[in-house]
């Protein structure tokens, strides 16, 4: 196991549409993927690699993948790519044929490790349903996936959070008969995050013994209403993205980042001390 830190940036909910086209006629969401990218790039220390927690696209449509595509050529450290509800799974694998961890089985599941991290993702989308499923035959492998690595620090990666975050109407499509995978993640202490999309906002929670962390949207956030009746809407706050640091025998740290560019960086000091 290196010795080095590691750093995995977290960005989710991408929703790219083809020909400039606007999500939900408000949202530019090719704009918001090139904003995200050069903020990735110009982070130093650079990223080891960066995942998409899902709905890469809006629509699962050959021209969005095929713009996306275009677009993460542009992002310097190394993507892997998840499903979410809004995405095609054959679509995905004709658009990156070159990404030979999504192409084998009938789910985008896969694992590989970056630096000192192992990284799994089980693909949680149902075709055609906005709520998200994994089965049996999946949660086997990932009982098996975890039993292999016990002694490395773990990253399990799914679309849908597997927990209930208060708004009603994303509550209605999240994670199904998430006990079985609770189940599983809490017998493997190495699991140092369960990593999620599909909320549009920046939650936490503990779940299995470890804490479940769920990325803002880089497109749009969902707005944030308690109410049992509340409304299905969305709403521009700033983006933002997850950067996770495992740094050895200090642990797993999460980061909460802003995506844009803001003045400064400012000095808190001068040659006569703290700045009055």
Request: net charge negative.
């Amino acid at each position: 196991m290196s010795l080095q830190p590691t750093l995995i940036a977290q960005i989710s909910d991408l929703h790219i549409k083809a020909h400039g086209r606007l999500s939900y006629k408000q949202v530019d969401t090719h704009a918001a993927l090139l904003q995200v990218i050069d903020t990735l790039n110009s982070l130093q220390p650079r990223p080891d690699a960066v995942v998409i927690t899902g709905d890469l696209v809006d629509f699962g449509r050959p021209d969005e993948y095929q713009t996306l595509r275009e677009a993460l050529q542009r992002l310097q450290p190394p993507f892997y790519l998840m499903a979410g509800n809004h995405d095609d799974r054959e679509a995905l694998r004709a658009a990156f044929p070159d990404h030979g961890y999504l192409q084998s089985g009938p789910t985008l599941n896969w694992q590989l490790s970056v630096g000192s991290v192992r990284l799994i993702a089980l693909d949680s989308s149902v075709p055609q349903q906005p709520w998200g499923e994994v089965d049996e035959e999946q949660l086997e492998w990932l009982d098996q996936a975890l039993g292999m690595s016990a002694d490395q620090p773990t990253l399990v990666m799914l679309h849908h959070p597997p927990f209930a975050c208060g708004i009603a109407h994303m509550d209605r499509q999240r994670l199904r008969h998430p006990q079985a995978l609770e189940a599983i993640i809490a017998r493997h202490p190495q699991v140092e995050r369960v990593l999620c999309g599909h909320l549009h906002r920046s939650l936490q929670t503990r779940f299995a013994g470890t804490l479940a962390c769920v990325a803002p949207g880089v497109s749009h956030q969902v707005a944030l209403d308690l109410h049992p009746e509340g409304p299905a809407h969305f709403i521009l706050e700033p983006p933002g993205y997850l950067l996770h640091c495992w740094q050895p025998g200090e642990g797993m740290v999460t980061h909460q980042c802003a995506i844009g560019h803001f003045s400064g960086p400012w000095p808190f000091y001068d040659s006569q001390g703290l700045i009055d």
